[in-house]
């Protein structure tokens, strides 16, 4: 009987084929590029114009970046660097204003002995905002991200502590607090 049952089937394996890569067009950036960028011909327009909206903006902010002026005190004297290095009609970055203004730009026009009030509010926002974005942090911590915006309206408006707690607790209205 075994013989007969040998005889039935066609073709049996006995060794496996070894692996290979598979084609180019079907692997990798090729494969990648084919299916979501130029997938249909919609895709490809889109695709195409999008480059040409990247080259663009970046053909004009990388050589407006990279005539910077970091030291100035004025903003003519600014330009003055400006043409005396890269000569007139350049267009260029003058970041000696940032440079000079980044006290006011962090902590706006608060007076220079209360610029840990916006420094502190930001740092705790971040840790406020810790347990809502991330489950692996301790679920106690939510109730910091719950109180946070209290604290946060003390710090930012000073004052006496007790306006923002009598508002947590119910007992007066944000509306006269503001008064």
Known sequence: MSD???HSVAFVRDTMVPEAEPPAAERGA????REN???SWLNGILTVLSILFIWFALSHVVPWFLHTVWVADSLREC???RNEVWGPGTSSA???VI???WPQLLAGFYPSDQYWRPVLAL???FVALGPVL?????RKMLWFSMFYPFVMYWLMWGGAVWGPVAVAAGRQSPKELSR
């Open 30 to 33: 090729i494969k990648w590029i």
């Open 37 to 39: 960028l130029i997938s």
């Open 134 to 138: 991330f489950s692996e942090m301790p």
């Open 99 to 101: 440079n000079e203004r």
């Open 4 to 6: 007969t049952h040998a």
């Open 94 to 96: 003058c970041f000696a």
């Open 123 to 125: 740092i705790l926002f």
């Open 79 to 81: 330009r003055e660097i």
